[in-house]
Nanobody, 121 residues
Framework: QVQLVESGGGLVQPGGSLRLSCAAS????????MGWYRQAPGKQRELVAA???????NYLDSVKGRFTISRDNAKNTVYLHLNSLKPEDTAVYYC???????????????WGQGTQVTVSS
């Protein structure tokens, strides 16, 4: 069984910063890409940022230059640094990992439970 546990959300004023963390644990053989998604009320879930095992990244256009994704492969952990936050960044942020649980097994998506980020004065 694989679990992804997020932490670090909260309430922050516009222009502020937060750091989200997501640790994967359980029967993990290999983690491929990891990423962060978000879903605001009444909107579809969208990919915010993703990072390959080798460290290549891609970002949603609206967060480029403000958010930074990174990962620690030894700790099976992915981070998202959120800077210069705006009210429109308010959403539930979900961690995602593409994980194989054994050699030769297929890769599947695993999700965290979500952490609320609220940007408001």
């Amino acid at each position: 069984q694989v679990q992804l546990v997020e932490s670090g959300g909260g309430l922050v004023q516009p222009g502020g910063s937060l750091r989200l963390s997501c640790a994967a644990s359980g029967s993990i053989f290999y983690i491929y890409d990891m990423g962060w998604y978000r879903q605001a009320p009444g909107k579809q879930r969208e990919l915010v940022a993703a990072v390959t095992r080798g460290g290549s990244t891609n970002y949603l256009d609206s967060v480029k230059g403000r958010f930074t994704i990174s990962r620690d492969n030894a700790k099976n952990t992915v981070y998202l640094h959120l800077n210069s936050l705006k009210p429109e960044d308010t959403a539930v942020y979900y961690c995602n990992g593409e994980i194989a649980i054994a050699y030769g097994e297929g890769v599947r998506d695993y999700w965290g439970q979500g952490t609320q980020v609220t940007v408001s004065s």
